[in-house]
């Protein structure tokens, strides 16, 4: 019934940039926290950004000032600005989100992933 689908990943060389982006669709009633989350291999999952619908965020210290959330609530999705690169920045990142869906009968809310898009920071 809701979906997160990412895009924007891919190889980049140290000091570059990338901008990913996470859509939510189906049917959503409301969202409320949405963030991104990294993956890298043999690490367990870490909390990367995330934004709160008021415009509150929170910053892993590894990318603040590097990195940057944003959000589009009318197109319900999500952005991570990510610049200055480094190759431990390389891993799978994932869309997360606090989502407000429909049933068809009542409302329930859940945290929804997105299937998880590569960034490879390598020269």
């Known amino acids: 019934q809701v979906q997160l689908v990412e895009s924007g990943g891919g190889l980049v060389q140290p000091g570059g940039s990338l901008r990913l982006s996470c859509a939510a669709s189906g049917s959503i009633v409301s969202i409320n926290g949405m963030g991104w989350y990294r993956q890298a291999p043999g690490k367990e999952r870490e909390l990367v950004a995330a934004m709160l619908r008021g415009s509150s965020t929170n910053y892993a210290d590894s990318v603040k000032g590097r990195f940057t959330i944003s959000r589009d609530n009318a197109k319900n999705t999500v952005y991570l600005q990510m610049n200055s690169l480094k190759p431990e920045d390389t891993a799978v990142y994932y869309c997360?989100?606090?989502?407000?869906?429909?049933?068809?009968?009542?409302?329930?809310?859940?945290?929804?992933w997105g299937q998880g898009t590569q960034v490879t920071v390598s020269s």
């Open positions: 997360n989100a606090d989502i407000l869906y429909y049933t068809g009968s009542d409302s329930r809310r859940r945290d929804y």
